[in-house]
T-cell receptor, first 115, second 113 residues
């Protein structure tokens, strides 16, 4: 079972470059999320989506854009990378039904370094 | 706002020792509570959950009880193993409409043989 798959697993960018992080899930989940994980700060929600064609801002959306053109995919874009965006990025997904106690399923993360 | 506070780590234990990782929360109403575990190089995995007061979540020898009176959800295990070395995250989610998960900062557990 693939679950949640993130690509790439690791990337180094120069300041000002752009890139897209890919997330794919095969569990037919309605909800998908992008988080960043920084030392001493836990996970912070960047953007999320409650269904195909919809996106919404989380806690720390600035500098990122997202798209959910297909139910199984959720893309995170950095238009002009900055050193402050150096982090580990996690994608997650979950069912919509009975949202409050549904677990989120996480990918293995993308480690992004901006020089 | 909603928040989760965890004890700072790392927590260093010898194999077979008793584990407690403290977690307290602040939230209006009655949220659902979760413990997630992150093994090195991997994403977070749900370890256990509790959805109402006095519920006890358990999995793989770990337990946590939802204590409304103390707003706590402490993680315990009677005898840890080296393979339990990981980062543990406490999290909450409110039970009204769509609500995001709110994570604590994580506690690293190191178990030595």
């Amino acid at each position: 079972n693939a679950g949640v798959t993130q690509t790439p697993k690791f990337r180094v960018l120069k300041t000002g470059q752009s890139m897209t992080l890919l997330c794919a899930q095969d569990m037919n989940h309605e909800y998908m999320y992008w988080y960043r994980q920084d030392p001493g700060m836990g996970l912070r929600l960047i953007h999320y989506s409650v269904g195909e064609g919809t996106t919404a801002k989380g806690e720390v959306p600035d500098g990122y854009n997202v798209s959910r053109l297909k139910k199984q995919n959720f893309l995170l874009g950095l238009e002009s990378a900055a050193p402050s965006q150096t982090s580990v990025y996690f994608c997650a997904s979950s069912y919509r039904r009975n949202t409050s106690n549904q677990p989120q399923h996480f990918g293995d993360g993308t480690r992004l370094s901006i020089l | 706002g909603n928040s989760v506070t965890q004890m700072e780590g790392p927590v260093t234990l010898s194999e077979e020792a008793f584990l407690t990782i403290n977690c307290t929360y602040t939230a209006t109403g009655y949220p659902s509570l979760f413990w997630y575990v992150q093994y090195p190089g991997e994403g977070l995995q749900l370890l256990l959950k509790a959805t109402k007061a006095d519920d006890k979540g358990s999995n793989k020898g770990f337990e946590a009880t939802y204590r409304k009176e103390t707003t706590s959800f402490h993680l315990e295990k009677g005898s840890v193993q080296v393979s339990d070395s990981a980062v543990y995250f406490c999290a909450l989610r409110k039970n009204t409409g769509f609500q995001k998960l709110v994570f604590g900062t994580g506690t690293r557990l190191l178990v030595s043989p």
